[in-house]
């Protein structure tokens, strides 16, 4: 079966492609633009892909390898309704879908049970955790993940393996299409408006995925704050009592987060001690753009809501002190304007924030965009604000800080043509990929 994904490049779509490359399918794809990720699945052997996405592109692509299937990213039809491969597809009677339902018959086919990692923040790294306990225990396992690793691949398929660790995205629901064996949830926090215009709606879509799951493992202070209620199927730890588990990652959230996936293999695997999990989560080596180092005092991250933002300082403070230099660039002009009032004082425990043009995509047309200049006004705290762009004037600022040792964190959670590009790029900085 020749299977076509469309918007191959994303962190979503990206990995479930090498996935079925792996169980056996003929893949090729399409994106608007490329990026390391496409990059990524080609030194996988994914080659076919076509960067643009024509109508006549599409067409001719089917017509020399007839398309069985069409999965598509989410943001598609939200950016155009009539895109172009979408409507090909359509009046071609190709059958064209979202991630979810390519994934379940997979899951299907093979019998794999599926570990979903579900949350506003911290999914990424977890379900990295989650891979790599499994990797240093010697366990057959699949999986897709958001982030390249420098222990695997951005996803896998192992034809052994009894397990599927899937990064579960809440936006677009995404998450609600599944009935996972386990899940995981790292921490919620309001998002996504768009899709849950009310905190009503984004809680209740969580308790929908608690009941939709075997058995779920989530920190009391988030149970509360979706009122998850207490059965047989949910563990609610005590987050005060978590530090029994003696973690020396650094980082508060990620020590949190490994406790979570401890909690979880200990339920599956009773002959495993807290310690012995502990000692292997103490080797977790990070992911990429998870605090990333780029060159010596200069980090990418890709933080971008206000929760995820206050962990990754947290941990950059737990390092360099008060010598902590921010670039911003913040991810959707929608999303900012949702975030106005954190933006205030989200950087106060920062020396200076550089802020860079927002990374636009599904944006809402109607609202105002917010530039560097309209941001640094909003910032209170630090009152050393200051609008940049993508130019030789910031790498020298970014440079000169480095110089003085202070530790600059570029928060980034855009793909092609994003701030974590251009500082790979003007600074040399290898690849996790390569």
């Known amino acids: 079966m020749h299977i076509f994904f469309s918007g191959?490049?994303?962190?979503?779509?990206?990995p479930l492609a090498l996935i079925?490359?792996?169980a056996g399918y003929e893949v090729s794809g399409s994106d608007?633009?490329?990026?390391s990720y496409i990059e990524n699945l080609g030194a996988k052997g994914i080659t076919d892909v076509q960067i643009g996405q024509t109508r006549e592109a599409i067409e001719e692509h089917h017509k020399k390898h007839p398309i069985d299937w069409l999965v598509y990213s989410s943001a598609l039809p939200k950016e155009n309704p009539d895109h172009p491969e979408l409507v090909f597809a359509a009046e071609n009677n190709i059958k064209h879908t979202k991630r979810d339902e390519f994934l379940n018959e997979l899951l299907k086919k093979t019998g794999q049970k599926m570990i979903a990692v579900a949350g506003t923040h911290g999914k990424t790294t977890t379900t990295a955790m989650c891979i790599?306990?499994?990797k240093q225990l010697d366990i057959p396992v699949s999986y897709s993940v958001g982030a390249k690793l420098s222990f695997g691949g951005i996803g896998e398929f192992d034809a052994k393996s009894e397990y599927f660790v899937y990064e579960a995205d809440e936006y677009d629901r995404n998450f609600l299409s599944f009935k996972?064996?386990?899940?995981?949830?790292?921490?919620i926090a309001y998002d996504h408006p768009d899709i849950y215009p009310t905190k009503d709606d984004?809680?209740?879509?969580?308790?929908?995925?608690?009941?939709?799951?075997?058995?779920?493992?989530?920190?009391?202070?988030?149970?509360?704050?979706?009122?998850?209620?207490?059965?047989?199927?949910i563990t609610v730890l005590d987050k005060a009592n978590s530090q029994k588990i003696d973690l020396k990652l650094p980082g508060k959230v990620n020590r949190e987060n490994a406790a979570l996936v401890i909690h979880a293999v200990l339920s599956v695997d009773k002959s495993r001690s807290y310690a012995e999990l502990a000692a292997i989560m103490d080797r977790f080596p990070g992911v990429s753009r998870r605090f990333e180092k780029i060159v010596d005092n200069v980090y990418t991250d890709y933080?971008?809501?206000p929760e995820k933002i206050h962990g990754a300082l947290q941990l950059t403070n737990e390092i360099a002190g008060d010598n902590v230099v921010v670039v911003y660039e913040g991810l959707h002009n929608t999303r900012q304007h949702f975030i106005k009032n954190e933006l205030k004082t989200l950087f106060e425990d920062t020396k200076k924030v550089y802020v860079v043009p927002s990374y636009l995509a599904r944006e809402d047309k109607d609202l105002e965009t917010l530039t560097p200049e309209k941001i640094c006004e909003t910032i209170e705290k630090p009152t050393d604000c200051e609008p940049a762009a993508l130019d030789q004037d910031l790498k020298t600022k970014i440079q000169d800080h480095a110089a003085q040792n202070?530790?600059?964190?570029?928060?980034?959670?855009?793909?092609?043509?994003?701030?974590?590009?251009?500082?790979?790029?003007?600074f040399n900085a290898p690849r996790t990929d390569k």
Do not use: C
């Not at 608007?32 to 990026?35: A, G, P």
């Not at 996972?180 to 921490?187: A, Q």
């Not at 092609?416 to 590009?421: A, P």
């Open 180 to 187: 996972p064996e386990t899940s995981l949830i790292t921490g």
């Open 132 to 134: 790599w306990m499994f």
């Open 406 to 426: 202070d530790l600059v964190i570029s928060l980034t959670a855009g793909g092609g043509g994003s701030l974590d590009e251009w500082l790979r790029k003007e």
């Open 303 to 305: 933080a971008h809501t």
């Open 202 to 233: 984004y809680s209740k879509a969580f308790r929908e995925f608690i009941a939709s799951s075997q058995s779920t493992f989530i920190w009391d202070n988030d149970a509360t704050t979706i009122e998850a209620g207490y059965s047989e199927k």
């Open 20 to 22: 079925a490359k792996q």
């Open 8 to 14: 191959i490049g994303g962190a979503g779509i990206g």
């Open 32 to 35: 608007k633009q490329s990026s």
